[in-house]
Structure formats: structure tokens, C-alpha cells
């Protein structure tokens, strides 16, 4: 998963960073805004939604420009195309047609394919939930969790003794 040629664990390297700067946090916000706007008390999200949809949009053309010529992300199957997948699997939730992006449905047609990964996607099947079955009480306990949380004090303690 993580090549030992040092010129192949660049590419990995990179595509590791790239995950974890664009497609984890953009894809993240996309959902986030995705979900706020259900909500009417949080008023006009028509710019959050376009901005995101639109980097949702920009990263699986990435992914497409990148997996045209080529069948994984990087030199073969590496821990790259494995963090990923998960999030590139969400597309339609993300409001996107894959069909606008046909090096990317390959990829993840292939990807589900291998036993492992369909094994690793099904952790937690057994505890996903509809939010649309929980209580309005438990709906805003969520959201109250989950969104508009603030920096907090540390705990008051005596002070560090100097030297």
C-alpha cells in the first residue's frame, strides 16, 4: 500500500496530501452546507452550496484528468486510491453525475469490486440510522453537537510554577 522506491512513494505521497487537503475537507463542506440548507432557520446557504458543489465538481474532474490514462491514482493500488475511494463513492450525495466523469466511475467500479473494499465500506452498516427517524428532540440535540460550537476556557488550575 505505501511503496518502499522513493520515486513511486512521492507519487503515493502526494495524492495522500492531496486527499486530506481538497477531496476529505471540500467534500466535507459540501455535505455540511448540503445538510444546513434543509434547515430554513439557516437562511440563504445559495452561496455555500454553489461554491462547494462547484469544488465537488472540480475535484472528481481532477480525479478524471488524473485516472485517464492510468488505472489508480498513483503507481498501483496504494493507500491512496484507498482514502479515496470512500469519499469519490459519495458522488451522488454530493450532487454530482458520474457520468460526467467516466475515468471515475471505472475507477470506482473496480475499486468495489475488490473484496476488501466492500468488506471495509460495510463497517458500521449495522449502526447507520435514517435521521429522518429520529425525534425533532433528538434531531436538535445533533445539531446543537455537531454545529455553531466555540472555542471554551481551559479548566482553571493553578498556575505553572517558574523556575
Request: net charge positive.
Amino acid at each position: 500500500m505505501w511503496p518502499a522506491e522513493p520515486g513511486r512513494k512521492y507519487e503515493v505521497a502526494q495524492w495522500v496530501m492531496w486527499q486530506m487537503a481538497n477531496q476529505g475537507p471540500k467534500f466535507g463542506e459540501n455535505g455540511h452546507f448540503r445538510r444546513a440548507a434543509q434547515n430554513p432557520s439557516h437562511g440563504d446557504l445559495a452561496y455555500a452550496r454553489r461554491r462547494f458543489d462547484d469544488e465537488a465538481n472540480r475535484i472528481l474532474g481532477v480525479m478524471n484528468i488524473r485516472l485517464h490514462d492510468r488505472r489508480y491514482l498513483a503507481v498501483d493500488y496504494s493507500i491512496a486510491d484507498i482514502i479515496c475511494y470512500p469519499w469519490a463513492a459519495t458522488w451522488k450525495y454530493q450532487g454530482q453525475d458520474i457520468e460526467d466523469f467516466p475515468h471515475v466511475q471505472r475507477w470506482l467500479d473496480e475499486l468495489a469490486a475488490r473484496p476488501a473494499v466492500a468488506r471495509g465500506m460495510a463497517v458500521g452498516n449495522e449502526r447507520r440510522e435514517d435521521p429522518a427517524t429520529l425525534s425533532a428532540e433528538e434531531q436538535a440535540r445533533r445539531s446543537k453537537v455537531l454545529s455553531n460550537q466555540r472555542a471554551r476556557q481551559p479548566p482553571a488550575i493553578s498556575p505553572i510554577p517558574s523556575s
